[in-house]
């Protein structure tokens, strides 16, 4: 799953970017409003974690336009403030939900998957390939009765191939979903994922529902 933290506050949006890329999520980081729109109109998102003080647009602003134009990705707003007014503004502008400064790490984490939960509008909350399960909001997978054991990034690239299961991925979206937006390693590293998912998901159950399309990309079926 992929998170954007527009925070200007360097520390915290540093903090928050290595405790969530630890947890599994891809995170990209705009320091001011401008900067967090354009990656979240430019830029495929599960949720965004939205600081409500910020430089150049505040974030109201940001939300706002956002859902004027039609995107609803799920926004979770930081604050300094506190109070019922803030609160009932940050709603009133699209927000989902909101957390004061200072929260609680844990907190953030569990709104976090919950607003995953109730953000997949368009799709299940639990993605199901013939008898391949994939929880997104629990990072779980399994086959029929049997656990899928998953690291973080084998399962971000399962999941991406498991939203648009029965099409063609091409590498250049698995690395611009499961990995964050700066990303300018080797991508054949999408290949090493790939096997590894193959080793774990088919080869123990006698599957072959990973496939490789040439010169395409990846495909996974029931």
């Not at 401008?34 to 974690?49: F, H, R």
């Not at 995107?71 to 927000?95: Q, S």
Request: net charge negative; charged share 30%.
């Amino acid at each position: 799953m992929r998170i954007l933290v527009v925070e200007d506050e360097h520390r915290l949006a540093g903090l928050l970017k290595d405790g969530l890329t630890r947890e599994g999520f891809a995170v990209d980081v705009a320091h001011d409003g401008p900067e967090g729109l354009w990656l979240a109109t430019e830029q495929p998102y599960d949720v965004i974690v939205l600081d409500v003080m910020l430089p150049g647009l505040h974030g109201y602003g940001v939300c706002a336009r956002l859902r004027e134009a039609g995107n609803w990705t799920p926004i979770l707003m930081l604050t300094a403030k506190d109070g019922e007014y803030d609160e009932a503004e940050a709603l009133d502008t699209g927000a989902d939900d909101w957390l004061s400064k200072p929260f609680s790490y844990v907190v953030l984490l569990a709104r976090l998957r919950a607003l995953v939960r109730r953000g997949a509008r368009e799709r299940p909350a639990v993605l199901t390939v013939g008898d391949l399960r994939i929880d997104p909001a629990g990072l779980t997978c399994s086959r029929g009765d049997v656990r899928i054991a998953l690291t973080p990034k084998e399962f971000a690239v399962l999941h991406c191939l498991a939203r648009r299961a029965g099409e063609v991925v091409p590498k250049s979206e698995l690395l611009a979903r499961a990995w964050d937006f700066a990303f300018d390693g080797d991508s054949n590293v999408v290949e090493v994922y790939i096997s590894a998912l193959r080793r774990k998901i088919d080869k123990p159950f006698g599957r072959s529902t990973l496939g490789t399309v040439r010169g395409a990309g990846y495909r996974l079926e029931a």
